[in-house]
Structures are given as C-alpha cells and as structure tokens.
C-alpha cells in the first residue's frame, strides 16, 4: 500500500484536482484506490459528485474521542476501484492534531484499519498552507505529488516545500513528482516558467512530469462531479501521461 499526499503550500494550485485524477486514474488502471480528503472544502468529494448529503460518518469521526466509529462506516465507494474517505470540521481536527504529542504517527494511528484493507494507493488531498494535519499527513506519507501553477509567483515559491519538510525532519526524497499545471503552451511567459521549474529541480530522476493544460473543460468537469475521464480525452490523456511517470517511479 502506497500513501501519497498530493499537497503545495500554495492555494488554487490544481491539489484536489490533480488528487482527483490521479485516483480515478489509477483506479481505472485497475488498482484499488482510496481517496482521503483532508482539504476543508471538500473539493476533492465534490470534484468527485459527491456532497454532504451522500454521507454522515467522516474522517472527524475517527478523531473524534466522543464517537466509536470504524473507519470502514465512513468510506464510500465513488467509483469502480476508488473509495473515498470524506471529512467534515476541518478545524476541530486541526486543534485536535494539536494536542497529539507524536504528531508523526497520528495518522498511523487513525487510519490503522487500512493496513487490514486491500488498497494499492491511499491518496491524500491536503488543504492549502502549514497547517498540523498537514504536519501529521507529510509523517504519514510515503510520497509526495506536488501540483505547481505554471505561474511566476507559483514557480519562485515551490521551493519552500523543503523548509517545511525539513522544519519536520523529513526526508526532501518523499517529494516524487512536481506536476506543472495550467499550462498554457501558447504563451512564452509559461514556457519560460517551465524552464525555470525544470532548471529548479534540475529535472533529477524524472522528477518533473508532462504538463497539464489550462482547459475550460478541467474547470467545467470538477463543477459537474466528474473526472476528466469522463469528460474531457485530451486531459485525460495528459493525466495518463503523468500516472505512467508515476506507476513507473512507485508503482
Ligand atoms: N489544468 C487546469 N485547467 C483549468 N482549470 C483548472 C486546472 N487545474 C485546476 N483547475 C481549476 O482551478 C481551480 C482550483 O483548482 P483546485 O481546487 O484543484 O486547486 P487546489 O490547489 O486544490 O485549491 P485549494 O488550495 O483551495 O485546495 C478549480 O476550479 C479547478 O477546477
Ligand atoms: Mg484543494
């Protein structure tokens, strides 16, 4: 069992995008997947079609002290092969990571049922910024898929993934792929952003996938609940592109 955290410090990036695609991705490569969304919006759930109303038992329950939940009431199945582990008080479980004094197995901990599970891959959508369930799913994770807007203030900023996974004593080698996103190839601006990305991580071990295009139908698929396997052939294509780096480097 794989765990990945697609995670950027960065806000509106493409995370639960790229969380999204790479699970049902994968998924439709016939790997069992489960998808953990710890973002507060819930973007991933709903980039998925799936609301609040689809279900009641949460990952907050797991963290819960007061609730006596299994982790397996609070999956859903989302697709063939791609489960999803939706959250809700995004906030309480951040103050209750707080308290936790080993914030590096904390997750361990809470999610220990899926070691009993036959998942391939545990995806994990974070929330933009530092935060402590940030801290606690960087320990939990093998890998780390980090999304980078094709954007000058998004390229300058994604070395600070190495502050922060040093201010936690990790390793920077769990960071695996850096996925340029929004890519608009037309432009010489987004050209010169690639190249700088590429000369950042002086491309090293394939760590820098093909790009995703910026496409209207990306946006338009998340507000409808599907995937761009459902939608959209090109994006879809691109997301092969990057799940072939991907099941290469750790499948
Ligand atoms: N390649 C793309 N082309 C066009 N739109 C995109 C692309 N990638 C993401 N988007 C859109 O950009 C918006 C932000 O993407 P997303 O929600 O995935 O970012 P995020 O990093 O998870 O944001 P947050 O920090 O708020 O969690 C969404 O509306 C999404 O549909
Ligand atoms: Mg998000």
Redesign the pocket.
């Known amino acids: 069992m794989k765990k990945i955290a697609i995670l950027?410090n960065k806000?509106?990036?493409?995370?639960?995008?790229?969380a999204v695609q790479i699970s049902h991705g994968l998924s439709k490569l016939g790997y069992k997947v489960i998808l953990v969304d710890l973002?507060g919006?819930n973007?991933s759930s709903l980039f998925l079609g799936i609301t609040e109303a689809d279900y009641n038992k949460t990952f907050y329950d797991l963290v819960d002290k007061r609730s006596n939940i299994k982790l397996e009431d609070c999956i859903i199945e989302a697709r063939e092969n791609l489960d999803l582990l939706p959250n809700s008080h995004i906030e309480e479980i951040n103050a209750e990571f707080y308290r936790e004094s080993r914030i590096d197995l904390v997750l361990n901990e809470k999610l220990s049922d899926l070691e009993n599970m036959d998942y391939d891959f545990v995806i994990i959508d974070c929330?933009?910024q530092r935060t402590r369930i940030n801290d606690a799913v960087l320990c939990y994770v093998d890998d780390i898929i980090m999304?980078v807007q094709v954007e000058a203030a998004s390229v300058r900023a994604c070395g600070s993934i190495y502050e922060y996974l040093a201010d936690l004593r990790l390793s920077p080698d769990k960071i695996t792929l850096i996925i340029p996103?929004?890519y608009d190839q037309r432009t010489k601006d987004a050209k010169e952003n690639l190249e700088f990305l590429q000369e950042f991580f002086n491309d090293k071990e394939d760590i820098i996938t093909p790009p995703?295009?910026?496409?209207?139908k990306?946006?338009e698929a998340?507000k409808m609940g599907k995937t761009v396997f459902e939608y959209d052939e090109e994006a879809a294509t691109q997301f092969f592109n990057v799940l072939e780096r991907l099941v290469k480097k750790i499948g």
């Open positions: 950027n806000g509106g990036v493409g995370k639960s995008t790229v973002d919006q973007d929330g933009p999304p996103n929004m995703i295009n910026r496409r209207v990306i946006t998340g």
